[in-house]
Structures are given as structure tokens and as C-alpha cells.
């Protein structure tokens, strides 16, 4: 007889493993299931083994990433749909800090390795909106100037999220980003008016 695989108990055991190497704790079996009724043999059922584990996490950030991401509408501003997909991943990293932690540890592989290129591929299309509504030059090249939105979140979330910075300084990145695309040729006004109506990041304590 096939037992079937409880998703609560995949779920709890990617999320402590999260914690474990977010804060860079030795993880181990023991160490993983302590505490919470589970098996050590789980870790074989749900995720072949140690290392299985660690994919399902990494994964598990993107994914995470992507559902957020998918929820951004497109609307009539393409600009501020940039901008809102730019507010949407600090969100991410502000609810799942250990998660965001572990998805860019190159040393732990993907089970999708276009999970990575996918999320980027939202702002990418939005770019190419933003270019196609004359709202950025011609010359602007689409991956170019996601990649530096990105940049600009990432930053922001290592400083905010996993670093040194307090929660308000999020706020900073209304301007970061209205100065990089009014230099990606975008009207000054309008650019502004973009980024306050997208430019709203979830982020506790703020």
C-alpha cells in the first residue's frame, strides 16, 4: 500500500530548512525534524535526501517569487507596472527572508533552472512595453534595463531585509528608480507619477 505524501509535512520541512541555512545553521536531519513529530526518513520520502532538500528551498523562493509577480496587473502605464514588479520582489524578500536568502546560493542547484530567468522575464516585458508606449528610448535595451530595476531591489532588500539599513529606508527606492528611467528617456512628471502609484512595497514595520 502507497502512503500519500501529506503536502503540510513537505511544506513545514522546507520552511525550518529555510531557516536553518538562511541563518546559516549546520542542518542536519536530526536537527531539521526536531521537535516536529516527523521522521527523519521524510526527508527521503518528500525530497530523496539532504540535497533534494535543499533544491525544494532554493526552489521554493522563486516559486514563491513568481506566484507575487504573476499577481502584478498590466495596465495602461507600463512604467508603473515596472515599478510595481520591482515593489512586488522586495515584498517577496520582506515576507520570506530566509527563503530569499538561500535563493541566490549558486552552490545549491534548481530543480527548474529557468526559475531565475522566468521572474526576470516580467520586467523584462515590461520594458519592452514601457519602449513600445515611447515611454523609454528606442535604444533602450529590455534586459538591460530590468536587470538594473532588479539591481535596485536587490539592493535595496540586502541593506533593508538581510542587512543594516531599518525598514524606512525602502523609501529610497521611489527616487533610485524614477532617476533611472527618466535617464532611459522616460518625461520627468509622468515618471514620477509611475513610480508613486507603483512603488508600494509591503514591508513590516513600515
Given at each position: 500500500?502507497?502512503?500519500?505524501?501529506?503536502?503540510?509535512?513537505?511544506?513545514?520541512?522546507?520552511?525550518?530548512?529555510?531557516?536553518?541555512?538562511?541563518?546559516?545553521?549546520?542542518?542536519?536531519?536530526?536537527?531539521?525534524?526536531?521537535g516536529?513529530g516527523?521522521?527523519?526518513?521524510?526527508?527521503?520520502?518528500?525530497?530523496?535526501?539532504?540535497?533534494?532538500?535543499?533544491?525544494?528551498?532554493?526552489?521554493?523562493?522563486?516559486?514563491?517569487?513568481?506566484?507575487?509577480?504573476?499577481?502584478?496587473?498590466?495596465?495602461?502605464?507600463?512604467?508603473?507596472?515596472?515599478?510595481?514588479?520591482?515593489?512586488?520582489?522586495?515584498?517577496?524578500?520582506?515576507?520570506?527572508?530566509?527563503?530569499?536568502?538561500?535563493?541566490?546560493?549558486?552552490?545549491?542547484?534548481?530543480?527548474?533552472?529557468?526559475?531565475?530567468?522566468?521572474?526576470?522575464?516580467?520586467?523584462?516585458?515590461?520594458?519592452?512595453?514601457s519602449?513600445?508606449?515611447?515611454?523609454?528610448?528606442?535604444?533602450?535595451?529590455?534586459?538591460?534595463?530590468?536587470?538594473q530595476?532588479?539591481?535596485?531591489?536587490?539592493?535595496?532588500?540586502?541593506?533593508?531585509?538581510?542587512?543594516?539599513?531599518?525598514?524606512q529606508?525602502?523609501?529610497?527606492?521611489?527616487?533610485?528608480?524614477?532617476?533611472?528611467?527618466t535617464?532611459?528617456?522616460?518625461?520627468?512628471?509622468?515618471?514620477?507619477?509611475?513610480?508613486?502609484?507603483?512603488?508600494?512595497?509591503?514591508?513590516?514595520?513600515?
Open positions: 500500500m502507497v502512503r500519500r505524501r501529506d503536502p503540510a509535512v513537505r511544506a513545514l520541512l522546507v520552511e525550518r530548512a529555510a531557516v536553518m541555512l538562511g541563518q546559516r545553521e549546520s542542518i542536519t536531519l536530526r536537527a531539521l525534524v526536531d516536529t516527523v521522521s527523519t526518513m521524510a526527508v527521503y520520502t518528500y525530497f530523496g535526501g539532504m540535497d533534494g532538500l535543499r533544491m525544494a528551498v532554493r526552489q521554493e523562493g522563486f516559486t514563491r517569487l513568481e506566484a507575487l509577480l504573476q499577481e502584478v496587473p498590466v495596465t495602461r502605464d507600463p512604467v508603473k507596472d515596472l515599478v510595481a514588479l520591482s515593489a512586488a520582489y522586495v515584498t517577496n524578500a520582506a515576507h520570506n527572508p530566509d527563503l530569499y536568502r538561500v535563493m541566490f546560493e549558486d552552490g545549491i542547484a534548481l530543480e527548474d533552472p529557468a526559475a531565475a530567468d522566468n521572474t526576470l522575464e516580467h520586467l523584462v516585458q515590461a520594458v519592452a512595453r519602449r513600445q508606449h515611447g515611454r523609454v528610448r528606442d535604444d533602450v535595451d529590455p534586459l538591460d534595463l530590468a536587470t530595476c532588479w539591481m535596485v531591489g536587490h539592493g535595496l532588500v540586502s541593506l533593508v531585509v538581510t542587512g543594516p539599513l531599518p525598514p529606508a525602502i523609501h529610497h527606492g521611489a527616487a533610485m528608480l524614477t532617476s533611472l528611467l535617464g532611459a528617456g522616460d518625461a520627468a512628471d509622468t515618471c514620477k507619477r509611475s513610480v508613486r502609484l507603483g512603488w508600494k512595497p509591503n514591508i513590516p514595520g513600515i
